[in-house]
């Protein structure tokens, strides 16, 4: 499974690698540049330089030596201080020591598993991000002595105790991100609190969260109307400064989004969905298309950086129909009678579940007879008590054509619960479908039909004043014109 991911995030590691390396290079040889023409400052008018410089004609035309001591004697030097020589000089092996390393140094170094002690990952992050730190605090003084910027007296004391807390966003986004790799399936609460410790430190390190499996565990206690433990798709609320991605590892712009994802500059989660061991890639696709349809692995993106405004930094655009609260399916079958039939079911977790293997258990026939059964999506709109002696079902396709019913065990109502809680939450806070939002719109719009029905009222009352008036003239003046006609005497008007 690591293996699905691990490539892609490779990728965007060595791409970052390979453009430090770059900055390097050209760092190089600006430096290398400004010897040469400090070579050329000091030594370009000797007699042996002009030589070699005007060729066959110093030998012939010129006298050299005295050409040298007008040349040496007609401006001031322009050569370096003896102390920046020297710092350049030193810069140069330096650079190109930290390139070689930024081609050679691989992703493990820059790694380490969830599994490890919290101090151990938050170590080996301080160490990978004080490495880069050093490369960038190399480049920043190259680029003030390539500028004749650098001043002893002042940033001496600057660059002395860099590390990558005095890095800029620009700076951030170039750095080869410190991964820490963390698998969740199953009981996550123990990884998603070792990972909001290590968010905390507000180091920017990427905490790659890869799940094969939807399955939750929950206590026999657990509350059907209002989950009781965290999920990874709320750090946000918990954590505003963190980045956060959720996705599946056939995506249509996985690569993109990813790329995103690690060169934000700041502490950020990725959530993929990945393969499971042996799974075919169409299977996975598939499995993976219905996991997000049915909202039990809602994709999203919260990127804080992208406005002020929390309702602006949550992206749910990736989910099919965000704005409703299923997605629907229809189910083409046979009645009792044998007649055929369609029936339009909404796509719920049990659903997508019905063709998982694991959760085979979690759904079972109906009993023979009874009328408790109601409908999940109904049964997810009932109170606790309304929910006793229910039993709720969903509607699937049968092998042979028919449309079967469904029971679904208590442990998958509490999962359905669980994510559709979840996804309204989602909505809620991305402004899609939020009750205050609505309720606002709702009463704009009464008052604005109000309103509108009061104009048009108002409208048609002068309608039909004017007319009125139109016809009383219209009236009058065939008066007059008969009145004319008859007697021959033009009315007064």
């Given at each position: 499974m690591k293996e699905q991911v691990l490539k892609p995030i490779e990728d965007v590691w060595h791409d970052h690698c390979a453009a430090l390396g770059d900055a390097l290079a050209e760092a190089i040889s600006e430096l290398q540049n400004l010897l040469r023409v400090d070579e050329y400052h000091r030594h370009g008018h000797d007699p042996e330089h002009l030589e070699r410089a005007l060729g066959p004609l110093a030998a012939t035309n010129l006298d050299v030596g005295s050409?040298?001591?007008?040349?040496?004697?007609?401006a001031p030097s322009r050569a370096m201080t003896p102390e920046r020589?020297?710092?350049v000089q030193e810069l140069i092996p330096t650079l190109a020591e930290m390139k070689q390393d930024c081609s050679s140094t691989a992703l493990d170094s820059a790694s380490a598993d969830i599994d490890k002690e919290e101090s151990e990952i938050r170590d080996l992050a301080e160490k990978h991000l004080d490495r880069v730190a050093r490369v960038f605090r190399t480049l920043r003084i190259a680029q003030l002595e390539i500028r004749s910027k650098y001043e002893s007296e002042t940033h001496d004391a600057v660059f002395a105790n860099f590390n990558w807390r005095q890095l800029s966003p620009?700076?951030?986004r170039l750095c080869p991100p410190f991964l820490v790799m963390a698998r969740l399936d199953g009981d996550d609460g123990a990884h998603l609190r070792k990972m909001m410790a290590l968010l905390e430190t507000g180091m920017p390190i990427k905490v790659v969260a890869l799940r094969s499996?939807?399955?939750e565990v929950h206590s026999a206690a657990s509350d059907t109307g209002v989950p009781s433990t965290m999920t990874i798709e709320t750090l946000p609320l918990a954590m505003r400064g963190v980045y956060f991605l959720q996705t599946y590892a056939a995506a249509p712009d996985f690569q993109e989004q990813l790329f995103q994802a690690l060169t934000a500059p700041r502490p950020g989660v990725i959530s993929i969905l990945c393969k499971r061991d042996h799974e075919a890639q169409a299977a996975f696709q598939s499995r993976a298309?219905?996991?997000v349809r049915a909202r039990a692995?809602?994709?999203c993106v919260y990127d804080p950086d992208r406005a002020d405004r929390f309702v602006m930094c949550l992206d749910l655009s990736s989910n099919p129909s965000p704005d409703t609260l299923w997605t629907t399916e229809t189910l083409s079958g046979r009645d009792p009678q044998g007649q055929p039939i369609e029936v339009e079911e909404a796509f719920t977790f049990?659903?997508?579940?019905?063709s998982e293997s694991e959760f085979v258990a979690d759904l079972s026939d109906p009993p023979a007879t009874g009328n408790h059964l109601v409908s999940l999506t109904d049964y997810l709109t009932f109170s606790r008590r309304q929910r006793v002696g229910k039993l709720p079902f969903i509607s699937l396709a049968g092998k042979d054509g028919s449309i079967v019913r469904k029971v679904v065990s208590p442990k998958m109502a509490l999962q359905c619960s669980e994510r559709l809680h979840l996804w309204r939450t989602l909505q809620e806070i991305s402004g899609i479908n939020n009750p205050y939002v609505n309720k606002t719109r709702a009463t704009l719009k009464q008052e604005f039909g109000a309103q509108q029905q009061a104009q048009l009222e108002s409208l048609r009352q002068e309608m039909e004043k004017d007319a009125a008036d139109r016809e009383r003239a219209a009236v009058a003046s065939a008066v007059r014109k008969l009145v004319a006609h008859?007697?021959?005497i033009e009315p007064p008007v």
């Amino acid at each position: 499974m690591k293996e699905q991911v691990l490539k892609p995030i490779e990728d965007v590691w060595h791409d970052h690698c390979a453009a430090l390396g770059d900055a390097l290079a050209e760092a190089i040889s600006e430096l290398q540049n400004l010897l040469r023409v400090d070579e050329y400052h000091r030594h370009g008018h000797d007699p042996e330089h002009l030589e070699r410089a005007l060729g066959p004609l110093a030998a012939t035309n010129l006298d050299v030596g005295s050409l040298s001591r007008v040349l040496g004697e007609s401006a001031p030097s322009r050569a370096m201080t003896p102390e920046r020589l020297i710092r350049v000089q030193e810069l140069i092996p330096t650079l190109a020591e930290m390139k070689q390393d930024c081609s050679s140094t691989a992703l493990d170094s820059a790694s380490a598993d969830i599994d490890k002690e919290e101090s151990e990952i938050r170590d080996l992050a301080e160490k990978h991000l004080d490495r880069v730190a050093r490369v960038f605090r190399t480049l920043r003084i190259a680029q003030l002595e390539i500028r004749s910027k650098y001043e002893s007296e002042t940033h001496d004391a600057v660059f002395a105790n860099f590390n990558w807390r005095q890095l800029s966003p620009g700076e951030l986004r170039l750095c080869p991100p410190f991964l820490v790799m963390a698998r969740l399936d199953g009981d996550d609460g123990a990884h998603l609190r070792k990972m909001m410790a290590l968010l905390e430190t507000g180091m920017p390190i990427k905490v790659v969260a890869l799940r094969s499996s939807l399955r939750e565990v929950h206590s026999a206690a657990s509350d059907t109307g209002v989950p009781s433990t965290m999920t990874i798709e709320t750090l946000p609320l918990a954590m505003r400064g963190v980045y956060f991605l959720q996705t599946y590892a056939a995506a249509p712009d996985f690569q993109e989004q990813l790329f995103q994802a690690l060169t934000a500059p700041r502490p950020g989660v990725i959530s993929i969905l990945c393969k499971r061991d042996h799974e075919a890639q169409a299977a996975f696709q598939s499995r993976a298309e219905r996991a997000v349809r049915a909202r039990a692995f809602p994709m999203c993106v919260y990127d804080p950086d992208r406005a002020d405004r929390f309702v602006m930094c949550l992206d749910l655009s990736s989910n099919p129909s965000p704005d409703t609260l299923w997605t629907t399916e229809t189910l083409s079958g046979r009645d009792p009678q044998g007649q055929p039939i369609e029936v339009e079911e909404a796509f719920t977790f049990a659903h997508f579940a019905a063709s998982e293997s694991e959760f085979v258990a979690d759904l079972s026939d109906p009993p023979a007879t009874g009328n408790h059964l109601v409908s999940l999506t109904d049964y997810l709109t009932f109170s606790r008590r309304q929910r006793v002696g229910k039993l709720p079902f969903i509607s699937l396709a049968g092998k042979d054509g028919s449309i079967v019913r469904k029971v679904v065990s208590p442990k998958m109502a509490l999962q359905c619960s669980e994510r559709l809680h979840l996804w309204r939450t989602l909505q809620e806070i991305s402004g899609i479908n939020n009750p205050y939002v609505n309720k606002t719109r709702a009463t704009l719009k009464q008052e604005f039909g109000a309103q509108q029905q009061a104009q048009l009222e108002s409208l048609r009352q002068e309608m039909e004043k004017d007319a009125a008036d139109r016809e009383r003239a219209a009236v009058a003046s065939a008066v007059r014109k008969l009145v004319a006609h008859l007697t021959g005497i033009e009315p007064p008007v």
